[in-house]
């Protein structure tokens, strides 16, 4: 039977319900809906939120790392604290969490495997206290761009044809879902997806309770059905990044992969930025432009109106 | 804060005959409105959540004779990646009524779309079509929730407005 390559990453409820008081470790929950963390956390658990904290109000990037370290000291983590990520939907935006800890270094970050479902199904019990921790100080360190892929990186991975992973719903992946009326924020001007870009979209990472998979399932999935070498570089996207940090979690720290990024620009960058490679389909080199052109040309009506 | 006082699982839906409290509520949308901006106001971020919490508990819960029709018919907001259903209709003393299914996991949107029901419960639906797009930005929560979560919020304004609209139209 195998395990996780790193299998003390993930924490049980169990073991969290034992240490909620536990000075040296803090229970971090992250969530999609902020509202959760309002109506119950886990007793002690301090809230960062991926967008309102750990995102730049102005320019699009993660806060400097001064303010990181702002936002780790008002939260009570010091630089040895054990941090327990948690939160909603199977732990996507806990994954993210993690992530940016680990952009700025910091060294024992946990996932309490299958996050507020787990927690809930557990029995274990819920607080709407407001939590505050003393302050700490805090010295994080540059960001560490071994687990962070920019655009450019991206492009020169994708022309040298390496692992490359987009974990976006199938309809995504090949293109379908584009017509978003009245949502001129948050998508991208065209459909499709990188080419080489491999689908694995990111439920079949998790189980129903919203724990991860057995290692045994995951490397199934990964080395034996997909080919992987955990040994060669790979980038992972989404459509904002947060999908993709769950997937990059489970590939560094669950079946080992030596050098994978998280591609936070993903989609919303890719779908806009001028002169992208992007073909369409179901397979990793799509149509070719050519093609498409021609289909487009005799279709009707127009896809998008 | 003014915690708003209702049971967990919110009001039980009325046919027609007995309406709930706010549609006997003779203040027009942008009043109710604009009461409901007062509220969060003053709050603090985690105050403002708290009583969006508070909405949320009070959205009655999906009719069973709508649960049917998630399946047949067009009501999903797809911009929004947590399971919304919404169904603007018109009851037959002809006011507007906004019925919806929103996922436990998400009470931020749940609270809104309660909001957006408590406002346009029994107003005419050509009243009910002129919803503003300003709510979010005048209760201060574009700030509490950020750019991307607001987006699909947004989307569900649109989406009601369109459809007391629609409404508005084929009763004219």
Known sequence: ?305 | MRRRLVSEGGRPWTADAAMPEESRDSAGVRVRLDRMVEEFADLDAREKLELLVDFANGLPALPAEYEARKAVEDRRVHECQTPVFLWPEMIPAGGARLVADVAPEAPTVKGFVAVLAEAVAGRPVGEAATLPDDILERMGLVEVLGMMRTGGLRSIVARVRRGFAELARSQA
């Open chain 1, 1 to 305: 039977m195998p395990e996780y390559a790193q299998p003390d990453i993930l924490v049980s409820t169990e073991w969290v319900a034992e240490h909620l008081t536990d000075p040296r470790v803090r229970i971090v929950e992250s969530d999609e809906d902020r509202a959760l963390y309002v109506q119950g956390h886990v007793p002690g658990a301090v809230e960062i939120d991926w967008q309102t904290d750990l995102q730049d109000p102005l320019q699009r990037d993660y806060i400097d790392r001064a303010a990181f370290e702002r936002l780790c000291a008002e939260r009570g983590i010091a630089k040895d604290t054990t941090v327990v990520f948690y939160g909603d939907k199977s732990n996507w935006w806990a994954c993210y969490a993690f992530w940016v800890f680990k952009l700025y270094g910091h060294a024992d970050c946990r996932i309490m495997n299958g996050g507020r479902k787990r927690w809930g199904l557990d029995g274990r019990p819920w607080s709407t206290e407001r939590v505050t921790h003393p302050r700490t100080t805090y010295a994080a360190t540059e960001q560490d761009g071994s687990i962070r892929a920019l655009r450019d990186e991206v492009l020169r991975h994708q022309k040298a044809g390496r692992q490359l992973l987009d974990v976006r719903s199938p309809e995504e992946y090949r293109g379908e879902r584009m017509h978003m009326p009245d949502y001129p924020n948050e998508g991208a001007v065209r459909g499709g997806h990188v080419p080489g870009a491999v689908n694995v979209p990111w439920p079949m990472n998790c189980n129903d309770d919203g724990t991860f998979r057995s290692a045994k399932e995951l490397e199934k999935l990964y080395i034996r059905e997909l080919k992987m070498k955990r040994r060669s570089p790979t980038i992972a996207y989404c459509r904002i990044g947060e999908r993709s940090s769950l997937t990059w979690f489970v590939l560094r720290y669950l079946l080992g992969f030596g050098n994978v990024k998280n591609y936070d620009g993903s989609w919303l960058e890719w779908g806009n930025a001028v002169r992208m490679p992007i073909v369409r389909g179901p397979e990793p080199h799509g149509t070719s432009a050519a093609t498409r052109a021609a289909s487009d040309a005799c279709a009707t009506p127009p896809v998008h109106a």
